[in-house]
């Protein structure tokens, strides 16, 4: 048959389970207040005792907010003695888990006024931004203990870079930078190392803020990456002399294309991809003054001039102090760019901060909420060949030897020894590590 014998009504039975299941908390949490009363009293409601300690004066009611919903409790009065609950803290409203909840949210992105609409959706309460502020006080001063937090191992790499939000300043609203440092130990994970506010991405500002990881221990820095900030570039050659500075890619790759024509714009990008191809430091100097030639040739002068200025400090991955296995990661800021995407999208939505410590608070809050998952417990890196020999590792990684040879058969034309379709190439490409791979017919072997 099909014909529905049964039909159900989904709300109405979602609600009805919803009532009971509030219901039957609520009537849990008043029986456990009413054994706890009587242990206190010594003496069960209406019961004539002489082991009686004190006695009962009624009951005030008080609402919570718990997983099922709202719900009133009576909490006993007693006369000769204060009643103390385990079951619920004094002066509390929500339960804990509640309350954990909404802040998540907060941090998640969502504002105040909307914690505050969604908990009335969920729990039928109010949470007031008042009252949320307030509760993030206790979470502020795990942020602060997390801030101090000793660095134990090295931190071979390390990624900085500045995050610009609104604030209050003197009865104006003006920019502010929050500093936010990203450090790879030798285990390999990633680790967010210090998040400080600097008023200016300037050279004091990088300085005070690199002085206070050193002072947290911060040791075995031996590549820097960041954007062409003047202040960084300065501060971190004079704290970190033993660390090399690495010009973000992606970053100088942009600011090159910012001077040149649309007309030529694919052109350069092209060219400036192959510059960063290569597999050695002095290739790829030697191909940036080819193209920084063919860019005045275009008469693009301000970029072939933009080229030569900083294609030393961007090709300081090609080194042979660093794995070729890291080099595709080390040679960018993607990484910090992308935390501080998260940071954006939550400073966005407050818009300007009253003061510089709600700003830092908030987000160091918004990093550490990010960062909680496998961002840094999955493996970034493999730092077991980052030792003293990492020179001869790179000459012996697969990346360091040829590729493929050609075999000469005697007797025979290369077109004769290849079957079927293969015969358009010239030559037989064999790989030292495996079988050969062909991209087609008549197409180059890879």
């Not at 099922?68 to 409790?73: C, H, P, Q, T, V």
């Not at 500045?162 to 285990?187: F, P, Q, T, Y």
């Not at 493996?379 to 050609?406: F, I």
Request: glycine share 8%.
């Amino acid at each position: 048959m099909s014909q529905q014998i049964l039909q159900v009504d989904q709300a109405m039975l979602e609600t009805t389970l919803d009532r009971m299941v509030r219901k039957s908390v609520e009537e849990t949490l008043n029986a456990m207040l009413d054994a706890e009363a009587d242990e206190i009293t010594g003496a069960a409601r209406y019961e004539r005792s002489g082991d009686r300690k004190a006695y009962r004066a009624g009951h005030y009611e008080r609402d919570l907010t718990v997983k099922a919903g709202k719900m009133s409790l009576k909490v006993p009065k007693l006369k000769g003695a204060v009643f103390e609950s385990a079951v619920i803290e004094r002066y509390r409203r929500r339960e804990e888990s509640v309350e954990e909840a909404l802040i998540d949210m907060y941090l998640a992105g969502v504002s105040t006024r909307q914690v505050d609409d969604v908990s009335r959706l969920l729990w039928g309460d109010r949470m007031p931004s008042q009252t949320l502020s307030d509760k993030l006080k206790r979470v502020y001063a795990d942020i602060d203990a997390w801030r101090g937090r000793p660095l134990e191992q090295d931190y071979p790499y390390l990624f900085m870079d500045g995050v610009w939000h609104k604030r209050c300043w003197g009865g104006s609203v003006e920019n502010a930078g929050i500093l936010v440092a990203i450090g790879v130990g030798m285990d390999g994970r990633r680790e967010v190392l210090s998040v400080a506010e600097g008023m200016k991405e300037d050279a004091e500002s990088w300085r005070e803020f690199i002085k206070g990881m050193l002072a947290r221990g911060l040791k075995g820095v031996r590549l820097v990456t960041g954007d062409r900030c003047a202040g960084l570039v300065a501060a971190a050659g004079e704290l970190l002399p033993d660390a090399r500075y690495q010009r973000c890619m992606v970053h100088f790759e942009r600011n090159i294309l910012a001077r040149v024509n649309p007309g030529n714009r694919d052109w350069a990008a092209d060219a400036l991809k192959a510059v960063f191809s290569m597999e050695s430091r002095d290739k790829a100097l030697e191909k940036a003054e080819s193209v920084a030639r063919d860019m005045e040739s275009r008469k693009l002068k301000e970029a072939a001039k933009c080229l030569r200025e900083g294609i030393g400090e961007t090709t300081t991955y090609l080194l042979d102090d660093y794995p070729r296995e890291h080099r595709r990661r080390i040679r960018t800021n993607n990484m910090i760019e992308r935390l501080n995407r998260e940071i954006r999208r939550r400073t966005r939505v407050v818009g300007s901060f009253p003061d510089g410590r709600s700003a830092l608070m908030l987000v160091c809050a918004r990093v550490r909420y990010v960062t909680s998952d496998e961002w840094s417990t999955r493996r970034y890196l493999d730092m077991s060949r980052l030792g003293e020999t990492v020179r001869e590792a790179n000459r012996s990684s697969p990346q360091g030897r040829a590729k493929t040879k050609v075999r000469k058969i005697s007797g025979t034309t290369p077109a004769q020894a290849l079957p079927g379709h293969h015969r358009r190439c010239r030559e037989i490409p064999i790989t030292m590590f495996g079988r050969p791979r062909w991209s087609g017919p008549g197409r180059r072997f890879r």
